[in-house]
């Protein structure tokens, strides 16, 4: 509950009757401070005047005076220039290292916000603020959902300018790595980064002309050419599947040349739930016939400025084998297995904008930063579970950036039930009902 406090005291969420000192000294609270969430005082610079006196330092904040004590700071040196201890329960003195001692002001946490944080920590609602969702300006949704947006974007960016940091500065692979994850669409994700990692693009790039050659390899350096990636169902067939055959004695040939690493564990992989669609194996020839295309390089990512460019970039379908297949020797009915506009939306989401905006960081351009904002902006919302909660609670949901900030919301602050960094939450917390 010491967490509260420090929220009341932040954003002055103060009882109506007058704030006093144990002393009887009145407090005027001119600024609360910054909020330190480190080691020492936790409130920096803060601004109140005592009996009239106007004080600058640091404010500590406890539960119980008697906790001043408990935690040492009655020895320490870094919270000497301490001007006020604020706490609930004032049950004894205190004194800094040099042998002052700092007034105390006793702040009783007002009972509707106890009330209100306590059903946000306790509820099983989702949102646990849904009540309060109707109420707010519409000046208060869109500019938490703009600060939201450019959350998400931000930790997007630093994944890919860690991915930067691992491919040396190649910013190509980069983009060809954080491509390949956003294939796995969600579930195999985290195989086909691993895959692009272990992926030696420059043996890929001297067969970019032959796209027989490049499944060849993608496949190979996937394990999925061994007999174990092949379901024991269909191991029989498997075994007089002419396509295979050559993809294997292909692969064998490139592994001989460029003195390849050994394949991924075909484990790696994952099937259960899967539609067959998002197989791995059509998933990897769809990205090696798009390399072998070069319209969603680096370049492509940076310059293209609407959707329907980019729609155009990510358009891949499969080979002739897999019209007719979704795993070695297992026929399916024939269809073009082109990559879908909402899945071409996903990668715009996913791959396109977090690059855009990484790019921007790295290169200190403002431009490319907004552009990545601009193009979420110009797709349809995603559709799940979060974003339908959200909208049942009357929040309208646009485009991408609106979808967008409301997972931020949901993975960062709804499910770490940390309603105290939320401004939707201050909203409920400060509400009386």
Request: some cysteine; hydrophobic content about 40%.
């Amino acid at each position: 509950m010491e967490t509260l406090l420090h929220y009341v005291w932040k954003h002055r969420l103060f009882p109506l009757q007058p704030l006093l000192t144990t002393k009887g000294e009145k407090v005027e609270v001119i600024d609360p401070g910054l909020h330190n969430y480190n080691a020492g005082p936790d409130f920096f610079n803060a601004k109140v005047r005592i009996n009239g006196t106007l004080w600058v330092g640091n404010v500590e904040i406890h539960l119980r005076a008697s906790d001043w004590q408990r935690h040492g700071h009655q020895q320490d040196a870094a919270y000497n220039n301490i001007i006020l201890h604020v706490v609930e329960v004032a049950d004894c003195e205190i004194t800094t290292a040099d042998g002052k001692q700092p007034p105390q002001l006793v702040l009783p946490i007002p009972a509707y916000v106890r009330e209100n944080y306590e059903h946000l920590c306790q509820t099983d609602d989702y949102p646990r603020c849904w009540k309060i969702i109707p109420r707010l300006s519409t000046l208060t949704i869109h500019s938490w959902m703009s600060a939201l947006l450019a959350e998400r974007l931000q930790e997007r960016a630093e994944r890919c300018l860690q991915r930067l940091t691992a491919a040396s500065g190649d910013w190509e692979r980069t983009a060809f790595i954080t491509l390949a994850r956003n294939f796995g669409f969600g579930i195999n994700g985290d195989a086909f980064e691993a895959w692009a990692r272990h992926l030696p693009l420059h043996a890929a790039a001297k067969h970019r002309d032959n796209l027989f050659q490049l499944e060849a390899l993608f496949l190979g350096c996937a394990g999925l050419l061994q007999q174990e990636a092949i379901p024991p169902s269909a191991r029989e067939a498997a075994a007089q599947d002419e396509y295979l055959q050559r993809l294997r004695k292909e692969y064998s040939y490139l592994h001989h040349k460029f003195q390849l690493a050994a394949s991924m564990d075909p484990a790696s992989w994952k099937y259960l739930r899967l539609r067959p669609q998002n197989f791995p194996h059509l998933r990897i020839v769809q990205l090696a016939h798009l390399y072998y295309l070069q319209t969603a390089n680096l370049d492509t990512i940076l310059h293209a400025s609407t959707r329907e460019g980019l729609h155009k970039a990510f358009d891949t379908c499969a080979t002739e084998y897999w019209q007719t297949h979704y795993l070695f020797g297992m026929p399916s009915e024939r269809s073009e297995k082109r990559l879908s506009p909402a899945s071409r939306d996903l990668l715009i989401i996913n791959t396109v904008s977090p690059l855009l905006f990484a790019h921007g960081i790295a290169h200190h351009d403002e431009t490319e930063q907004e552009h990545a904002v601009e193009l979420l902006e110009q797709l349809k919302p995603e559709r799940n579970y979060i974003l339908r909660q959200w909208q049942q609670c009357g929040l309208t949901v646009e485009n991408a950036a609106d979808s967008q900030a409301l997972i931020q919301l949901k993975r960062e602050y709804c499910d770490r039930i940390d309603c105290l960094r939320c401004r939707f939450g201050y909203e409920y917390l400060k509400s009386e009902k």
